[in-house]
T-cell receptor, first 113, second 117 residues
Framework: GAGVSQSPRYKVAKRGQDVALRCDPISGHVSLFWYQQALGQGPEFLTY????????KSGLPSDRFFAERPEGSVSTLKIQRTQQEDSAVYLC???????????FGDGTRLSIL | AQSVTQLGSHVSVSEGALVLLRCNYSSSVPPYLFWYVQYPNQGLQLLLK??????LVKGINGFEAEFKKSETSFHLTKPSAHMSDAAEYFC???????????????FGKGTHLIIQP
């Protein structure tokens, strides 16, 4: 069966540009998570959706980061006015419901020049 | 607040030897604990999870972990290392919200496991 799909796999942008990262969760999974993984570090929680509701966005580092999941399926993480410190791998994960194991995509590697 | 500490950013063992990766956690409520493995340029794959049932948890690929509340530890072991075990390993604790659900994960910094032939 299909796993969590993220696109693009690699994204290079110039500082100041806006970027959008897409996540297709496993079909039927209610919960969706975004994480940021800096080089050589563990993933850090950004935000969490239950269906279309964003229940926790405490990990978003600034107001330049915005995530949405309008129909409770596909999610987009948008970063405005990118900065070099935004360079990282952005991981998306989904789970069948709250408290169930999270299944991760392969991530989007974002490089800001 | 919850946190995870993984002792040793790199661990090297010989093929066939015991693998021991250490993880200590802090949590103000009973935790959900997880071990994930990450291969280069890939996402994370769940090895095993502890959710307050048995304290000894068996996972995939021959790995297991033991929850020790008195030591606040959840160390990962495998009796005999294989070359294919070389990867990055992450311990994680759930970000339990006030409603009791297990939501976002808090990860340790990871341990890079090296297998010597």
């Amino acid at each position: 069966g299909a796993g969590v799909s993220q696109s693009p796999r690699y994204k290079v942008a110039k500082r100041g540009q806006d970027v959008a990262l897409r996540c297709d969760p496993i079909s039927g999974h209610v919960s969706l998570f975004w994480y940021q993984q800096a080089l050589g570090q563990g993933p850090e929680f950004l935000t969490y959706f239950q269906n279309e509701a964003q229940l926790d966005k405490s990990g978003l580092p600034s107001d330049r980061f915005f995530a949405e999941r309008p129909e409770g399926s596909v999610s987009t993480l948008k970063i405005q006015r990118t900065q070099q410190e935004d360079s990282a791998v952005y991981l998306c994960a989904s789970s069948f419901d709250r408290g169930q194991p999270q299944h991760f995509g392969d991530g989007t590697r974002l490089s800001i020049l | 607040a919850q946190s995870v500490t993984q002792l040793g950013s790199h661990v090297s063992v010989s093929e066939g030897a015991l693998v021991l990766l250490r993880c200590n956690y802090s949590s103000s409520v009973p935790p959900y604990l997880f071990w994930y493995v990450q291969y280069p340029n890939q996402g994370l794959q769940l090895l095993l999870k502890y959710t307050s049932a048995a304290t000894l948890v068996k996972g995939i690929n021959g790995f297991e972990a033991e929850f020790k509340k008195s030591e606040t530890s959840f160390h990962l072991t495998k009796p005999s290392a294989h070359m294919s075990d070389a990867a990055e390993y992450f311990c994680a604790v759930s970000h339990t919200d006030s409603g009791g659900g297990a939501d976002g994960l808090t990860f340790g910094k990871g341990t890079h496991l090296i297998i010597q032939p």
